[in-house]
Nanobody, 119 residues
């Protein structure tokens, strides 16, 4: 339904910043919510932040005040601006899109991008 391509991961020192981007293509008109999730080694995937088509946002408590999710509808792209990074933010970050096409719910994932924060 939707194809997602992430970019912007890398290695950064604690206290630094990174910006992730996720470009969507395909049935973009059907997207209701986009978000960022992350998965650290040995841990379950967890939600980081989400943004609806109307612009409403939600954040995990662990990133509130440090991360900002935004979207550029003209570019079909969602961003995650990450600041004051900590070692515990190290994970593979995945972009997610969900919506409804022909009455069927769907959820699609990007390939993931590694974020490593050195302490």
């Amino acid at each position: 339904q939707v194809q997602l391509v992430e970019a912007g991961g890398g290695l950064v020192q604690a206290g630094g910043s990174l910006r992730l981007s996720c470009a969507a293509s395909g049935s973009i008109f059907s997207i209701s919510t986009m978000g960022w999730y992350r998965q650290a080694p040995g841990k379950q995937r967890e939600v980081v932040a989400t943004i609806t088509s109307g612009g409403s946002t939600n954040y995990a408590d662990s990133v509130k005040g440090r991360f900002t999710i935004s979207r550029d509808n003209a570019k079909n792209t969602v961003y995650l601006q990450m600041g004051s990074l900590k070692a515990e933010d190290t994970a593979v970050y995945y972009c997610n899109a969900r919506g409804i096409v022909l009455g069927q719910f769907y959820t699609d994932w990007g390939q993931g991008t590694q974020v490593t924060v050195s302490s």
